[in-house]
């Protein structure tokens, strides 16, 4: 139905913050949807999909140059049906059209623009597009014509490179199992990571530098299996270069999205929800290895500034902030040494200044020309860091400068919350409670689960992906489930509310029911029961975030402990073989999937708390596991009154450990043999360890 108002195209009626962004363009944009694909054929033309995100910088840019530009609309609305994607609400829809992109070019990113027939297959794909043709790269204003031109005359050939390009991208995504993995894959994956590891500031690989906390989670794992490695030195010389470095907020705390120099300095200034959640598990687990306050202090931060610009009234997390504030990108972080000096005085200023290395003609440099702008990234030294991590001056400070930056325009908050995203957020802050005993953590977290569970749930007990502006849509893909599953088992070691371990349970069902794939093994990225796109993928690299099937490999070797299921743990050896062979050819890109397969290779454990909630020796046993790094131990808690029959129609292995008078006791547990029940903490923590 055609809008009205001629200041607005149909994503004036969507929920999506990015789509909501396009709305008074003069393209005649669509969502996804039937009624668009009807009007290609219809009107026999291809269709123009941009796929994008409400955070990104360059979808900012290509939107002011072109999409908001009455020229480029104009050829846009003549030569296409044009369609906007938010590839955070629409994950499968971006997953499938990146893959055939970076088949056809090599690369991709965002934003990404896809030409295709009106059935669905791409002839042509690109990122960014600038309006007009500059430093080699064709502009819109010549693209259009060109490709309309083709459309009208040379189609047979069109038509012919899709199907060639469908049919490689499906011969190329196709996995077929492989043989089961060992141990050694784990020394692979630490000597590719190893091979690739920045030894002087952290991180993997060449610019941009992106933080992938999953990396630092398993070689944590791996320190712990081989003390002697390196694994150690390259996890804490990379959190501690980011901590130190532009890419962390030192006002208003948090993670910047990636870095573009190896050092950490000039960060992509979006804060996403992802980032803060894994980097405050990595932070989280690398205080349990280390004692050292830095690392607790990070986590405490990252929860700080995701409770103060990231949580909804209700409890759930919003999805990302901007990189750009009043059209300038890192506007709000940037800093001017005489503003400095203006808001502290000179005394203080000059200090702030030493410290946080800012000077008159500033450290972030122009995006076009390189010059110098007068504008600075406070960062620190290795030393400074040390210094002042606990100095009350420099957070008197900070906060004078927190306060001051509060009154400019903010970068804008995309608010809709994801299921997926959310999730990882209810692990971080479960599992940041147990190694803090920090309840306000774990309450948080809880909020957030309910309000999952309740309103991003349907009756028949799936997931809906996004919610916002109180209205929940979107059928639930494998990292929904996967992600909040985690959530929930994480949730369940914080709380022993046997109501979450139901719910971990139930949702792992639902997933094997609508997900797995009987052939092959592995679990589709979009349920059996819903649109099917012109690629159905499963999900195994890691990105920016950890792979749904790595994720829920993880979650079903611990289920299958919990409840003591063989047939999980066979599951989870069905995902690990699906992709085996791709994972011997790249172990470094499946570092989720290495944390899953140290798990399965084990040692592993289960300890079985058995007393009363109250009981100070309970606490005691609950408090020693929680603050140490047991990365492979799961824990259950068996209270003495009539939930205790609840926990062992759940988990039929526990019906057998008993408490012992006036006491708790506990049962730790290898390879389904318990060993003699102990009271005493020290010797649990030895059976443990």
Not at 309 to 335: I, R, V
Request: glycine letters at 6%; aromatic letters at 12%; one cysteine or more.
């Amino acid at each position: 139905m055609e809008n009205s108002n001629r200041f607005l195209n149909r994503l004036s009626s969507e929920k999506s913050p990015y789509l909501l962004q396009h709305a008074a363009n003069p393209v005649d944009w669509y969502p996804w949807c039937d009624e668009a694909f009807n009007k290609a054929r219809s009107e026999d033309k291809p269709v123009f999909l941009s796929i994008g995100y409400s955070t990104c910088h360059w979808c900012h840019v290509m939107a002011h140059e072109s999409f908001e530009d009455p020229d480029v609309a104009a050829l846009l609305n003549n030569a296409f049906v044009c369609i906007k994607v938010d590839r955070e609400e629409r994950p499968d829809i971006d997953a499938a059209y990146m893959a055939l992109c970076q088949m056809m070019t090599g690369s991709g990113g965002w934003p990404l623009t896809i030409i295709m027939t009106p059935d669905k297959k791409p002839f042509f794909a690109a990122t960014y597009i600038p309006k007009e043709t500059r430093f080699g790269r064709t502009g819109m204003l010549e693209i259009i014509p060109r490709i309309q031109e083709l459309w009208l005359f040379h189609r047979e050939y069109i038509l012919q490179d899709a199907q060639n390009i469908i049919s490689r991208t499906h011969e190329y995504s196709r996995t077929e199992p492989g043989n089961a993995l060992d141990a050694s894959i784990l020394r692979s994956s630490y000597q590719h990571l190893r091979n690739i590891f920045d030894v002087r500031d952290g991180g993997f690989g060449s610019v941009p530098k992106f933080p992938t906390p999953h990396n630092l989670l398993f070689l944590l794992r791996y320190h712990k299996r081989s003390p002697r490695s390196k694994a150690l030195l390259m996890v804490e010389t990379t959190l501690w270069k980011m901590r130190a470095g532009g890419i962390y907020d030192h006002v208003g705390f948090g993670f910047h999205r990636y870095s573009t120099d190896p050092f950490w300095l000039v960060p992509h200034f979006e804060k996403m929800l992802y980032d803060q959640a894994l980097l405050c598990m990595a932070y989280t687990e690398a205080y349990q290895v280390t004692g050292k306050q830095i690392y607790l202090q990070t986590a405490e931060e990252i929860i700080s500034y995701v409770f103060r610009d990231m949580t909804s009234p209700d409890g759930a997390f919003y999805s990302a902030e901007d990189a750009d504030s009043e059209g300038k990108e890192g506007g709000f972080y940037l800093w001017r040494a005489d503003d400095i000096e203006r808001i502290l005085g000179q005394e203080d200023a000059t200090y702030f200044r030493q410290l946080f290395h800012i000077n008159k003609r500033g450290n972030f440099h122009d995006e076009t020309t390189g010059a110098r702008t007068g504008l600075n990234i406070p960062h620190l030294t290795d030393s400074g860091l040390e210094a002042v991590h606990n100095d009350p001056r420099v957070r008197t400070i900070l906060k004078k400068l927190f306060i001051q930056r509060e009154k400019r325009v903010h970068p804008h908050k995309d608010d809709k919350i994801l299921t997926d995203w959310n999730g990882l957020m209810i692990a971080a802050l479960a599992k940041a409670g147990k190694a803090m005993s920090e309840k306000k953590y774990i309450f948080a977290a809880e909020a957030a689960a309910l309000f999952i569970l309740h309103n991003l749930s349907t009756p028949d007990g799936r997931l809906l992906h996004r919610y916002r502006d109180n209205h929940a849509a979107i059928p639930g893909q494998a990292a929904d489930y996967a992600f909040f599953i985690w959530g929930l088992i994480e949730l369940y070691e914080a709380t022993f509310n046997l109501d979450y371990l139901i719910a971990a349970r139930d949702l792992t069902e639902q997933m094997l029911r609508h997900f797995w794939d009987a052939q092959d093994g592995g679990f589709f990225t979009v349920a059996d029961d819903v649109e099917q796109l012109i690629l159905r993928q499963k999900d195994i690299y890691d990105g920016a975030i950890p792979s749904a099937n790595a994720v829920a490999c993880y979650n079903l070797l611990r289920l299958s402990r919990i409840f003591g299921s063989s047939e999980y743990e066979a599951k989870a050896a069905s995902v690990i073989r699906a992709f085996s062979q791709q994972i011997r050819l790249h172990p470094a890109a499946h570092t989720m999937m290495m944390i899953a397969q140290d798990f399965a290779v084990g040692p592993s454990a289960e300890v079985v708390i058995v007393g009363r909630e109250d009981d100070r020796e309970a606490q005691l046993m609950l408090a020693a596991v929680n603050k140490r790094y047991l990365p492979n131990v799961v824990v259950l808690f068996k209270p003495e009154d009539s939930r205790g029959s609840l926990v062992d129609g759940l988990c039929g292995f526990t019906k057998d450990l008993k408490p012992r008078a006036g006491s708790a006791i506990a049962y730790v547990c290898r390879n389904n043999v318990c060993n003699a029940p102990t009271g005493d903490v020290d010797e649990m923590i030895s059976l443990l360890q």
